[in-house]
């Protein structure tokens, strides 16, 4: 095991207040990029299903044109009338949508034409507290050192990993690798992160003491974004909220 440094016993910490939270506003107000990621979740036969398309480009009032989504390596099926929750990720938030098909169409590539949206809600999830989670993870050093850990919370930028011993010294990097299940739908992110402090919980009477490593998360493609994103709609976000 590696040196101690900076490490000392401390409690656990008081719940976390209530996520901040937006009002409705319209899509041209988020100001999207080209290029951004958007999870399209649709009704198929009695399951619900989640894909990722790229935004091409929208005009105001009048729609928004993505690519056709893919699945398994294959172009889906969409018909035109058929009716989507969008959600993405910009700036600070994570927003969702409904919209419907308007055109389909395979020239000059393959993409869709949805309808403008009348409404959009967000959640302010970068400044929201962190999401509480036990989910199994894999911590891999800069020096390919392996230790299998436990992500107890969550947020867009990083998480409370704890493990039977230190994973690594503060400041230093490694990779985490973990899954998370969102509605039927499993995704694995691998994340470079840095490690930003490090503590020793207390030892309970249902659990030993364990190493606390407070991680942020580095350069985070939208697409990872988008997933912990709906992670945090998912366990923060009123049923009301998340079924836009």
């Known amino acids: 095991?590696?040196?101690?440094?900076?490490?000392?016993?401390?409690?656990?910490?008081?719940?976390?207040?209530?996520?901040?939270?937006?009002?409705?506003?319209?899509?041209?107000?988020i100001k999207l990029n080209i290029g951004d990621s958007i999870q399209l979740q649709f009704q198929k036969g009695s399951e619900q299903a989640r894909c990722f398309v790229s935004l091409i480009g929208y005009l105001e009032n009048k729609g928004v044109i993505v690519t056709n989504p893919v699945i398994d390596g294959n172009l889906m099926l969409v018909r035109e009338g058929q009716h989507f929750v969008a959600r993405l990720f910009s700036g600070k938030s994570a927003y969702a949508f409904s919209t419907s098909v308007r055109r389909v169409t395979s020239a000059p590539?393959?993409?869709?034409?949805?309808?403008?949206?009348?409404?959009v809600r967000g959640l302010v999830v970068r400044q929201a507290p962190r999401s509480r989670i036990n989910i199994i993870c894999h911590a891999t050093t800069v020096n390919g050192r392996g230790v299998a850990c436990v992500a107890r919370d969550i947020s867009i930028g990083g998480a409370l990993v704890a493990a039977a011993e230190e994973i690594g010294r503060v400041g230093s990097?490694?990779?985490?690798?973990?899954?998370?299940?969102?509605?039927?739908?499993?995704?694995?992110?691998?994340?470079?992160?840095?490690?930003?402090?490090l503590n020793l919980s207390r030892a309970t009477a249902d659990e030993q003491s364990s190493y606390l490593h407070g991680l942020s998360f580095d350069d985070m493609g939208s697409q990872d974004k988008l997933v912990i994103s709906a992670l945090l709609y998912q366990n923060v976000v009123s049923a009301e909220e998340a079924d836009l």
């Not at 590539?109 to 409404?119: A, G, I």
């Open 109 to 119: 590539f393959p993409h869709l034409h949805l309808d403008w949206p009348r409404e």
């Open 173 to 197: 990097g490694l990779t985490l690798a973990f899954r998370v299940k969102i509605g039927d739908d499993e995704h694995t992110l691998t994340l470079t992160c840095t490690i930003r402090s």
């Open 1 to 29: 095991m590696p040196a101690t440094q900076d490490v000392k016993s401390v409690p656990s910490t008081q719940a976390d207040p209530p996520p901040a939270r937006e009002g409705t506003l319209t899509l041209d107000q």
